[in-house]
């Protein structure tokens, strides 16, 4: 995947390396501020933008394509990777993996907290033990199927 050029962003605002899929054209708002929000939390490190996807993670894959990690149960990384829905306007929560306490609930906050008001976040799977409960008291804008 080939980097684009770096003015969509506020670099100033963080470090973390992003890579933008050649397949997007114009990156879509919505996906602009989270990816500025996400970009803000410390140990976000790489971000990756498909057409329908999105990773963000402290850490990413070895080999010659990199990914950012976003593993449930994984024991160092901390990150989450999204199923972006444009047409419907939602954003769903495909994996989620802290190994630092605190920082799942910062990285919902940050994909959470600029959605417009037609756009949902939404979590089709809930294997959290009650993690996700805690965010829907927070947060209006989330739909846990």
């Given at each position: 995947?080939?980097s684009?050029?770096?003015?969509d962003?506020e670099?100033?605002?963080?470090?973390a390396?992003?890579t933008?899929?050649r397949?997007?054209k114009?990156?879509?708002?919505?996906?602009?501020?989270?990816v500025?929000?996400l970009?803000?939390?410390?140990?976000?490190?790489f971000?990756?933008?498909?057409?329908?996807?999105?990773?963000?993670?402290s850490e990413?894959?070895k080999?010659?394509?990199?990914?950012?990690?976003?593993k449930?149960?994984?024991?160092?990384?901390?990150?989450?990777a999204?199923?972006?829905?444009?047409d419907y306007?939602?954003i769903?929560f495909?994996?989620m993996?802290?190994?630092?306490?605190?920082?799942?609930g910062?990285m919902v906050e940050a994909v959470l907290k600029?959605l417009p008001?037609?756009?949902?976040?939404v979590?089709?799977m809930?294997?959290s033990d009650?993690?996700w409960?805690?965010?829907?008291?927070?947060?209006?804008n989330?739909?846990?199927?």
């Amino acid at each position: 995947m080939k980097s684009k050029p770096m003015e969509d962003f506020e670099m100033a605002e963080h470090k973390a390396k992003i890579t933008i899929s050649r397949k997007i054209k114009r990156l879509h708002p919505v996906v602009k501020n989270i990816v500025n929000n996400l970009a803000t939390i410390e140990p976000i490190r790489f971000i990756k933008i498909s057409p329908d996807f999105l990773q963000a993670s402290s850490e990413e894959t070895k080999g010659r394509i990199k990914t950012p990690i976003t593993k449930p149960g994984h024991p160092t990384a901390i990150g989450v990777a999204l199923i972006l829905d444009l047409d419907y306007k939602d954003i769903q929560f495909f994996e989620m993996n802290s190994a630092t306490k605190g920082y799942g609930g910062k990285m919902v906050e940050a994909v959470l907290k600029d959605l417009p008001k037609a756009w949902n976040g939404v979590v089709v799977m809930d294997w959290s033990d009650g993690f996700w409960d805690k965010m829907k008291i927070k947060h209006n804008n989330l739909v846990i199927f």
